[in-house]
């Protein structure tokens, strides 16, 4: 069976006629004598062609031509009609009608406008579905240009980390080298000094305000040595215990001894821990180094108040942490050296607190970032493997 014709004659005549002659070409037709039952069937099945007359009582063709073509647009129109005139051919046209045939018409005249109108449509249809699948194409490479453009920015963007993280990885073992060297050729020196000193302190006992003197010679000794010790803490591991442990745990011990000083600033500490972590074989005192150096550098920027936040969470591959404050953040241009040994901001500060956390995290294999934009605070982002 082909096509689906519609035809919408008030001419009982007419509509056996078409009938006959269309269905013995192998057409599905249907007849009505009035728009309004043609739209109801128009709304039931798919029709590809209407036939429809122009001069019809109570809803006369023009006016069923556009409501046609407004409702079924996949369904064209050939128009019965009378009058022969230009004026009412432009009329048809332009209201939507694909043909328009002249009454009295022959059949073969009928069959081959039809023929004509069902190619038409098919291959305007077909341009429509080609044109729907372009677009539809077309969206699919913008998004797949998108997802592209992400993935490369992604992948850059973990270029540069991974560089960034290598050139750390190399100043802190070109400290190593420099530090284990300058720190033996100082504290020879410095040992030779703090001897002297004492020996001063023995013999200028009853004269109190030399004594002081060499007593403040000995301090700044001591002052020296330590700064020496925490520059070796950088670059090399001092001796260590692993055993397994939850890192909650280490957290809690470590906020234990700023909870006075949160209290006294007005700084509210903010858990975000499950509690559940699975145990990590790790070294205490070590863990507990990098959250005292990152839980003091939070507090210092936040003197007048504010949030400090704790999160602990993990995947199937990595235990990840981060601790967050709401200060004054980093300025962009230091974003890229807050781990570099010896750079810090603060007026006696030595620079060496966020080089020893790198250190550690880089012994446990993790890798450590940070984010941060000024004004609105800073988040340092860990994570360690699991295995």
């Known amino acids: 069976m082909r096509d689906k014709i519609l035809v919408i004659d008030d001419e009982r005549m007419i509509l056996e006629l078409t009938s006959l002659v269309l269905s013995s070409k192998g057409f599905e037709v249907t007849t009505v004598n009035n728009a309004t039952d043609g739209y109801q ?8 062609l209407v036939l429809l007359d122009y001069m019809m009582p109570v809803i006369n063709g023009l ?4 409501e046609i073509r407004q409702r079924f647009p996949k369904t064209y129109v050939i128009m019965f009609t009378g009058k022969g005139n230009e004026e009412v051919a432009v009329e ?37 579905e080609l044109m729907a699948e372009r677009e539809r194409l077309l969206k699919e490479i913008e998004v797949w240009n998108r ?7 992604d992948k850059t963007l973990e270029l540069e980390r991974a560089h960034l993280e290598i050139l750390q990885a190399e100043k802190l073992a070109a400290l190593g080298h420099m530090s284990a060297g300058m720190v033996h050729e100082i504290r020879n020196p410095l040992n030779s000094i703090s001897l002297f000193a004492q020996v001063l302190c023995a013999d200028l006992g009853e004269d109190p305000e030399k004594f002081s003197y060499a007593e403040k010679i000995i301090a700044e000794v001591e002052r020296i040595d330590g700064i020496l010790v ?26 234990a001894n700023f909870s006075g000083q949160c209290q006294a600033q007005s700084i509210e500490i903010v858990r975000k821990m499950a509690g559940n972590s699975p145990e990590i074989l790790a070294d205490e005192d070590e863990l507990g180094q990098v959250f005292s150096n ?28 981060s601790v967050e404050d709401t200060g004054g953040g980093i300025p962009e241009e230091n974003l ?32 450590v970032s940070v984010d941060s934009r000024t004004g609105q605070g800073t988040t340092f982002h860990m994570a360690i493997p699991l295995v």
């Not at 069937?41 to 590809?48: F, K, N, T, V």
């Not at 997802?147 to 920015?153: G, M, T, W, Y």
């Not at 925490?230 to 906020?255: C, P």
């Open 41 to 48: 069937l128009l709304a039931q099945d798919s029709y590809a």
């Open 63 to 66: 006016q069923a031509l556009k």
């Open 92 to 128: 048809l046209m332009k209201a939507g009608a694909a043909d328009y045939i002249l009454k009295p018409f022959s059949n073969a005249n009928l069959v081959e406008r039809i023929e004509n109108v069902l190619r038409l449509r098919d291959m305007e249809l077909r341009n429509q």
């Open 147 to 153: 997802e592209l453009e992400q993935r490369v920015a």
């Open 230 to 255: 925490k520059l070796l803490a950088t670059s090399k591991r001092s001796s260590y215990q692993l055993r397994s442990l939850h890192i909650e745990d280490v957290v809690e011990q470590s906020l």
């Open 294 to 321: 990152l839980f003091s550098n939070a507090i210092w920027e936040m003197s007048e108040g504010g949030q400090l936040t704790v999160n602990v969470d993990q995947n199937d591959r990595e235990l990840l942490f």
């Open 336 to 367: 890229g050296r807050v781990f570099d040994p010896f750079f810090t901001t603060k007026e006696n500060g030595t620079g060496f607190g966020l080089s020893v956390v790198l250190r550690i995290i880089k012994n446990y294999g993790g890798r």
